[in-house]
């Protein structure tokens, strides 16, 4: 696709001076903006703007810039990760908007990603349910060792496909329940397909559902909003394994 | 187990059984609904609602569908309120329709407007049938309640009950047409080689429910301008 220049944008942006002060939109300018630019550049272009005129920068994270870290969570134009399916903000280019367009990029929102300053919330929610259970206890060995224990090809893709979850909270932001079901899904089916996490399975299920919960992070409605918006395609059947893995935990018990 | 009742996933595990024990008594109530449309004298609609009022069988299912449906309405405002209050603060701009249909994200409005319908529906013929004057009628023999003049007389006198319980069926439809795949997720009986599959059943089921429910008044709407 030929480069073009979008010769003007308008910015609506939600900024915050921290997690305590209350929020507003505040609206920018940006001129001659190049469609081959990714939006983050386009934000990095903002922000030495701002600078330059005395403006406090606009705080959001950002890391990899190649769609492997999930820290470039934002919500933009109504969508997590902006106009397009199955990519994360840092993959988004500005040819996917209009010259005069106004975008409006905020936070995600939910009970338990709390803003930290303007675009920038806090995920560490996700960090304590991996730690409820996200992981295996025993010693698996070298690689070796790993490669002695026989797995069916279709356990591996099952588990690698559920393991590509880079944990940005997109299926967070998206759900209109705020719910964390499909990053807890993608955990649970990543290790109860794998010989060494089988043995914790039901232990994990309940912890992880358990400590979702505890944190405020609403239900599962089955809408499929999560599935769509996740950058790396992690399927809602790995719900319907969650759902089975804490049921049959529950009748066990 | 309160822990596992208490749980977002128990919670909504009990919506699911609820959701199939109604679709099951949905078909059952439509079978025996079309036998409406099997004679003009209303004979064998009589017999099967007099089998059906007698039945003990019955006398043991019809508290448990009672039980389903409380079950059902009460977790159904029980999840609703704890899913919107994790999410206090809303997008300014907000775009689902780009990543969900809008049934399945409003399942409780269509929800209560099936209880709306609900509760017509029981006022006009269970607590009549339970507890007010019916007319009786003598069918091989047996003296028993005319339930069909009841259902008829109702819906050939007043055009507007046939076109609630048409529309009574049609949001029963776009319920159900989350709802029935739904249900499996739930349980956890559904994969990608499934969903579609589901979908798919689901979507005849729904066309059965709707299109056999409306059958009844439009098919008396018709009789009444004859
Ligand atoms: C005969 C009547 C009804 C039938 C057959 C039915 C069936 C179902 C089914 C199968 C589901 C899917 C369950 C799941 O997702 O696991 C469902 C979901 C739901 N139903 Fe019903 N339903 C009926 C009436 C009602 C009523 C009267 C209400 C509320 C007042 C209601 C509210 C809901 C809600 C809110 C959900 C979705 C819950 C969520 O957010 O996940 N339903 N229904
Ligand atoms: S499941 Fe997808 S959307 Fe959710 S945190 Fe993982 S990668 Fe992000
Ligand atoms: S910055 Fe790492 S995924 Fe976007």
């Given amino acids: 696709m030929a480069e073009k220049i979008l010769r003007k944008i308008k910015l609506k942006i939600w900024r915050q001076e921290n997690a305590q002060s209350k929020g507003y939109f505040d609206t920018y300018e940006l001129e001659n903006i190049s469609t081959d630019a990714s939006f983050l550049e386009m934000m990095d272009l903002l922000n030495e703007h701002l600078i330059m005129e005395g403006i406090d920068p606009v705080a959001f994270d950002h890391d990899c810039r190649e769609g492997i870290c999930g820290s470039c969570g934002l919500f933009i134009n109504g969508r997590a990760h902006g106009p397009d399916n199955d990519i994360t903000t840092c993959q988004l280019h500005m040819r996917k908007f209009r010259e005069g367009a106004t975008i409006v990029i905020e936070p995600w929102r939910a009970k338990s990603f709390p803003v930290i300053k303007d675009l920038m919330v806090d995920r560490s929610a996700f960090d304590i349910i991996q730690q409820a259970g996200g992981f295996i206890t025993i010693n698996t060995g070298s690689a070796v060792v790993a490669n002695t224990i026989l797995i069916d090809p279709k356990s591996a893709e099952t588990a690698m496909d559920a393991a590509s979850c880079i944990g940005c909270g997109a299926c967070v932001a998206a759900c209109k329940n705020s719910s964390a079901m499909l990053f807890v899904a993608a955990k649970v089916t990543h290790l109860a397909n794998l010989p060494q996490g089988k043995p914790e399975a039901k232990k994990r299920a309940i912890q992880m559902a358990k400590k979702m919960d505890e944190l405020g992070f609403g239900g599962c409605s089955n809408t499929g909003a999560c599935e769509v918006e996740c950058p790396k395609n992690i399927s809602i059947s790995t719900i319907a394994t969650l759902n089975r893995e804490y049921l049959s935990a529950n009748v066990d018990q | ?226």
């Fill in chain 2, 1 to 226: 187990m309160s822990g596992f009742l208490s749980s977002a996933i128990g919670k909504k595990f009990l919506m699911s059984i609820s959701g199939f024990f109604l679709m099951l008594f949905l078909i059952v109530h439509l079978i025996i609904n079309l036998l409406l449309l099997a004679d003009t004298t209303g004979a064998t609609f009589n017999i099967a609602a007099h089998f059906m009022r007698t039945n003990p069988l019955v006398k043991i299912i019809e508290p448990l569908l009672a039980i389903g449906f409380l079950v059902h309405i009460c977790y159904s405002f029980i999840i609703s309120i704890t899913n919107w209050r994790a999410r206090p603060i809303k997008y300014e701009v907000n775009n689902p329709r780009e990543n969900s249909t809008w049934i399945s994200r409003n399942m409780i409005y269509l929800g209560i407007l099936i209880l709306l319908f609900l509760i017509m529906h029981v006022i006009n013929f269970f607590w009549k049938l339970r507890f007010g004057e019916i007319p009786e009628i003598m069918v091989n023999g047996e003296l028993m309640e005319n339930t069909y003049s009841l259902v008829s007389g109702l819906f050939i006198n007043y055009w507007w009950y046939d076109v609630l319980y048409i529309l009574g069926a049609i949001f029963l439809g776009l319920h159900l047409t989350h709802g029935f795949w739904s249900a499996f997720q739930t349980i956890g009986l559904d994969n990608t080689r499934w969903k579609p599959r589901l979908k798919g059943i689901g979507i005849v089921y729904t066309i059965i429910i709707t299109g056999g429910f409306s059958i009844i008044p439009i098919y008396f709407l018709i009789k009444s301008y004859l």
